[in-house]
Each structure stands twice: as structure tokens, then as C-alpha cells.
């Protein structure tokens, strides 16, 4: 009975250890490029490889770098004129929030 208890109490544990470990993981990385906020200001397409949704599995990064001279939201992640973003998903989950470096306002990171 208490061996039963002590293997369902470790076994989520183990699980995220193993899905973190994994070596198939994956960095996404994406760049916002100088003049992006001044484009979609003045309502010219912008070019950058923003997705508007994302789906990825837990243990991958996402990055992304601005090399525009205003700041951007992606999602969750503020970034800074010249800033470099990088967070590794360690749980499932959908992720919802702002795109302010596209023509899409809002975006989806679906984390499996």
C-alpha cells in the first residue's frame, strides 16, 4: 500500500524529468526586424516570421531576437529594443497573449 503511494507521488515527477531530458527538443527562434513598429504604424506588411499560433512540446525554447528600435510583445515575453528573449516551456498548457510585431494582435503558444 505505501509502495503503491510512493510510486503514484514520484511518477509525475519522473515524467517532466524525463520530457525535460528529452534530446529531441527544439529551439524556435524568431526575429522582429528593424522598422517592423514603424511599418505596422503606418500600415505596411511587416516582414518577420511571427507565427500567430505556435505549437511546440514541453522542454522546447522559444526565441526571439528584436532587432527593431521599438519594443514588442510576443505572447508573454516583453522584449527591449536589441534584446534577445529565450524561455524553455516546462509544462503543458496554452499560452495566450499579444503580438504587438505583426499584423495579428493576439497569439497562441500550444505547449504539448
Do not use: W
Amino acid at each position: 500500500m505505501i509502495a503503491a503511494i510512493v510510486i503514484a507521488a514520484i511518477t509525475p515527477i519522473v515524467l517532466l524529468s524525463l520530457a525535460l531530458l528529452r534530446d529531441d527538443s527544439q529551439t524556435y527562434r524568431f526575429v522582429i526586424a528593424l522598422g517592423t513598429g514603424a511599418a505596422l504604424v503606418e500600415g505596411r506588411p511587416v516582414d518577420n516570421a511571427l507565427p500567430k499560433s505556435l505549437s511546440i512540446k514541453v522542454g522546447d525554447t522559444v526565441e526571439i531576437i528584436n532587432q527593431d528600435s521599438q519594443a514588442h510583445t510576443y505572447a508573454f515575453m516583453v522584449l527591449r529594443p536589441g534584446e534577445t528573449v529565450r524561455h524553455t516551456f516546462r509544462q503543458v498548457g496554452t499560452f495566450i497573449g499579444e503580438c504587438t510585431a505583426n499584423e495579428h494582435e493576439e497569439v497562441t503558444i500550444t505547449v504539448s
